[in-house]
């Protein structure tokens, strides 16, 4: 039976209409209090939308698990005496501590290797001295300039003379280079006056060198 035909059949009884206004009214007030828990639904709805997608797990088919994992995690913080925004400020304390460590460190490594290469320099400059000297170069500081980058030092330090594709001790190399670069070794004095032989020449096989 409708309820159209119940009504019909009340209006014929006696307090027929006041049984269809009770009715209506009882109707009235489920049908609201039914409006007002869907909105309730909804807003709850909406916010744990809200929180998921903040959590980032609004796109998971794991979502109840992961949600009991996060639980466990801020239980945990809890019984540690810590609430989550402490731990939030931790992290963050730790991570700008560790960005000026790796800062630091970053300058300390620019500094170690500046002072590494001027002692690396330092290394080559003195080896191509004492070796231009013991070949009696001329003037040996200003020579050791000129092939200072033919030097290389190698992992265990020690270095090395390079020619082109070939290695070799600094004291061969530095031998090879001044018989083949005559003019910067010094000349052998000579004895007696009188103006030098070979026209215009000085005489000094390192002047004459360089003067062409």
């Given amino acids: 039976m409708e309820l159209k035909e119940i009504y019909a059949k009340l209006e014929t009884v006696e307090n027929g209409a006041e049984m269809i206004a009770a009715i209506k009214a009882e109707f009235a007030t489920l049908s609201n209090e039914a ?9 709850i709805t909406a916010k744990n939308k809200a929180i998921l997608e903040a959590l980032g797990l609004e796109d998971s088919d794991d979502v109840a698990e992961k949600a009991k994992e996060l639980k466990s995690t801020l239980d945990s913080f809890a019984q540690d005496g810590k609430t989550p925004s402490d731990v939030a400020k931790q992290i963050a304390k730790l991570t700008k501590d560790i960005a000026t460590i790796n800062g630091k460190y970053a300058e300390m490594e620019k500094t170690a290797q500046a002072e590494k290469a001027k002692r690396f320099d330092a290394m080559k400059n003195n080896a191509l001295i004492d070796q231009l000297t013991k070949g009696n170069a001329a003037a040996p500081k200003d020579m050791a300039k000129l092939i200072a980058d033919k030097l290389v030092v190698n992992d265990d330090e020690t270095i090395s003379f390079v020619d082109g594709e070939t290695t070799m001790s ?23 006056g009188g103006a030098p032989a070979g026209g215009g020449g000085t005489g000094d096989a390192f002047l004459d060198g360089l003067m062409g």
Avoid: C
């Avoid at 409006?35 to 807003?43: C, V």
């Avoid at 600094?170 to 007696?192: C, H, I, M, R, Y």
């Fill in 35 to 43: 409006k007002k828990h869907r909105l309730a639904g909804d807003t």
């Fill in 170 to 192: 600094v004291e061969d190399g530095v031998k090879g280079w001044l018989s083949s670069n005559t003019w910067a070794v010094k000349a052998n004095p000579q004895g007696g």
